[in-house]
């Protein structure tokens, strides 16, 4: 089945640094979804996002949908220990109703 | 209370078992979907259901059926249990523009 392309898979990072990472697609999207999941809980949203060239900010996390439809990322600035987790990225097209996840970015932030 | 309820969160069963997994919402949303979780491979989508009377094949439905008892329950079942379907399973609903999918806490099942 179809999947994103997410990176990178991991990221250990020290508190206080900034995080990006991304997610890339062969098909043209018309909604930016990102989830966190905490260890042992289901995927939380973040951001969506509808447009192209739309940027929008949630606290210290920013997305971006891609101007060619076919990505979109996500900052996370300022990084802090409850940061720590798993981000997917999922998308939408036009022709089809069903989300297509990316493969997940985890996340460790030490102290 | 949890807008999305999973029950059991935690299963261990023994291969050839028959077990079911439920799922129920508040959200009031019409649609309804399973998805399993194996690490690195992202969320896969196993079933879905647009309405009561709908159900739909994701991309790894074989060996699992669902059940969509009414608006608010969608459960999933493993006719006979086999050790490669352990793995954490979610459910998760979404209104009619099917946008935003709003997620269980997920059930871990593990198969010996």
């Known amino acids: 089945g179809q999947q994103l392309n997410q990176s990178p898979q991991s990221m250990f990072i020290q508190e206080g640094e900034d995080v990006s990472m991304n997610c890339t697609s062969s098909?043209?999207?018309?909604?930016w979804l990102w989830y966190k999941q905490d260890p042992g809980e289901g995927p939380v949203l973040l951001i969506a996002?509808?447009?192209?060239?739309e940027l929008t900010s949630n606290g210290r996390l920013t997305a971006q949908f891609g101007i060619t439809r076919k990505d979109s990322f996500l900052n996370i600035s300022a990084s802090i220990p409850s940061d720590v987790g798993i981000y997917f990225c999922a998308g939408l097209s036009y022709n089809t109703d069903k989300l297509i996840f990316g493969t997940g970015t985890r996340l460790q932030v030490f102290p | 209370d949890a807008d999305v309820t999973q029950t059991p969160r935690n299963r261990i069963t023994k291969t050839g078992k028959r077990i079911m997994l439920e799922c129920s919402q508040t959200?009031?949303?019409?649609?309804m979907y399973w998805y399993r979780q194996d690490p690195g491979l992202g969320l896969r989508l196993i079933y879905y259901?647009?309405?009561?009377?709908?159900?739909n094949k994701g991309e790894i439905s074989d060996g699992y059926s669902v059940s969509r008892q009414a608006q608010a329950k969608f459960s999933l079942s493993l006719e006979s249990a086999i050790p490669n379907q352990t793995a954490l399973y979610f459910c998760a609903t979404s209104d009619f523009a099917g946008n935003i999918q709003y997620f269980g806490a997920g059930t871990r099942l593990s198969v010996l």
């Open positions: 259901s647009f309405d009561v009377k709908d159900i």
């Open positions: 959200k009031g949303h019409d649609r």
């Open positions: 098909s043209i999207f018309n909604t």
């Open positions: 996002l509808y447009k192209a060239g």
